[in-house]
């Protein structure tokens, strides 16, 4: 029996194969992150921490740097949050969290494979019905062998999506940048070495529970493999320095995010569940352990970025996405029909509930998500609250307040809700967003340009109001479906 090993040391090797290939470790100059537009976005963490420069040629310089007086309460907030998510892991590792009886530990092990093969992870986002349909369509799916599965198109866009993220080093460099000690570590202050962390008083050791590993006998196409949260590769106990890899931001929840948006693209009229899904994916690093809650907001900011990018700039991307949207529509079209669904995806979608009650369903809660998932009303919630995990705005820390209160859409965002809203202009569609995004001035928000105020999930769920003319005059949230209706006339 064959036992596949994954973890974040695939996604770690096939970075250093694309960014180095022909260059030794020992010939390979030292980039200047600070430039990186990934650090940019996430510029506002230098107020709370100083970081140390890492060389990647000695393991002491990593995970170095100092709390700042101003980061002193906002970063000891962020202590406490893993803390208490990663608790909850813990208290609740023997209940069920979905309908196949799994716990959250369980499907936090399961997420971190996510890189490994994108098309075969927990889609179950969808609901039962719709979540087997699409994972039977992608069954036969291989880079090899990518003609011979039903929905081709679906697959090369969501393997486009994983291509840019790993090509474009995505959280890479920001992670070597900021350099932040991961929260399991054992002595986070370093303080027997030679290079010191000042904390200002934070625990040195966090109350944080490994999670252990386990095998997976049902895992992606009935294989079976080892499910880790690669705690030893990650902090370099390993044994090497490639996989060392930095808490801020987090680069599992950027592909979550990635992968979510380019599914939400495809199929938005389940936006609001397949995002809340990679909400629950990123809040899962909280639950083993590896990642604080700003590495989580800081990763979703990434991720948003991301794909809007390739939306704007990449005409082969936005292709891609029209031919995988096609595609779906009319495979589940098919499905839907020969099961007596309903001869369309919308009427498919209400007759088996799944943007409702038999919908995406977790009932894991923790400090920040209190309330479990079992319709699109509480996906909404849970998705809402994770966008800024119990913090309260960043002044109240100490922290930046915001330069406006005005809503800030970042340019070309509008493009992430062109197949929702299709016959919305992009100026309508920026109104949307303005509508739904959540108040100014949490943390990150001054250097996200917007991103970290974008809330997607309401967007898509939005039942937009025009007059005659077109122009907007209603916005409501939690709408089954994204839709745009024409105000009544006045009789």
């Excluded at 019905?129 to 039903?150: D, F, I, M």
């Excluded at 054992?186 to 070495?193: E, L, T």
């Amino acid at each position: 029996m064959k036992i596949l090993r994954t973890s974040v040391l695939g996604l770690a090797c096939a970075t250093a194969l694309v960014s180095s290939v022909g260059v030794s470790p020992a010939q390979a100059a030292q980039p200047d992150e600070s430039a990186d537009p990934h650090v940019a976005l996430l510029s506002e963490y230098n107020r709370y921490w100083t970081p140390k420069p890492f060389d990647k040629q000695n393991f002491d310089t990593a995970f170095r740097g100092d709390v700042t007086p101003q980061g002193s309460k906002i970063l000891a907030r962020n202590d406490e949050g893993v803390e208490q998510i990663n608790k909850a892991g813990v208290d609740e590792a023997s209940q069920a969290a979905d309908r196949q009886g799994r716990s959250q530990q369980w499907r936090a092990l399961r997420d971190a494979t996510m890189f490994t093969d994108p098309l075969q992870e927990d889609n179950d986002s969808l609901g039962p019905v719709l979540s087997k349909y699409v994972a039977e369509g992608l069954a036969q799916c291989t880079p090899a062998n990518v003609h011979s599965c039903s929905l081709t198109h679906v697959a090369r866009f969501l393997w486009l999506t994983g291509f840019q993220e790993v090509t474009k080093k995505s959280t890479g460099p920001a992670k070597k940048y900021f350099n932040y000690p991961r929260p399991y570590l054992a002595d986070r202050s370093f303080a027997d070495s030679g290079n010191p962390n000042n904390l200002r008083g934070f625990k040195k050791n966090l109350a944080i529970a490994r999670v252990p590993s386990r095998i997976d006998v049902n895992h992606k196409r009935g294989g079976r493999a080892l499910l880790t949260a690669g705690y030893d590769l990650m902090d370099g106990a390993s044994g090497t320095n490639l996989t060392v890899s930095q808490a801020f931001p987090s680069g599992h929840t950027t592909a979550a995010y990635a992968y979510g948006l380019a599914m939400a693209e495809i199929l938005p009229e389940l936006g609001p569940e397949i995002l809340t899904r990679a909400s629950e994916a990123g809040n899962n690093r909280a639950v083993l352990g590896v990642h604080y809650p700003m590495d989580i907001m800081g990763g979703r900011i990434e991720g948003h970025s991301n794909v809007f990018a390739a939306l704007t700039t990449n005409r082969l991307y936005v292709a891609s996405l029209k031919a995988a949207r096609t595609e779906l529509m009319a495979y589940l079209t098919r499905r839907c029909e020969a099961d007596g669904h309903g001869d369309t995806v919308q009427a498919c979608i209400g007759n088996v509930g799944a943007n409702d009650k038999k919908g995406y369903y977790n009932t894991f809660t923790d400090s920040v998500s209190t309330t479990p998932v079992v319709d699109r009303a509480s996906a909404l919630k849970a998705y809402r609250a994770r966008m800024t995990y119990g913090f309260d705005k960043a002044s109240v820390y100490g922290g930046p307040a915001p330069a406006t209160t005005a809503p800030v859409v970042p340019a070309g965002a509008e493009n992430l809700l062109g197949t929702a809203f299709p016959t919305l202009s992009d100026a309508r569609r920026r109104q949307v967003l303005a509508a739904t995004e959540i108040d100014a001035g949490y943390a990150l928000d001054s250097s996200s340009g917007g991103w970290q105020r974008i809330n997607l999930a309401a967007a898509m769920s939005a039942k937009v109001t025009v007059d005659k003319a077109g122009h907007v005059v209603k916005i409501e949230t939690g709408n089954l479906k994204p839709e745009v209706v024409s105000a009544p006339q006045a009789s």
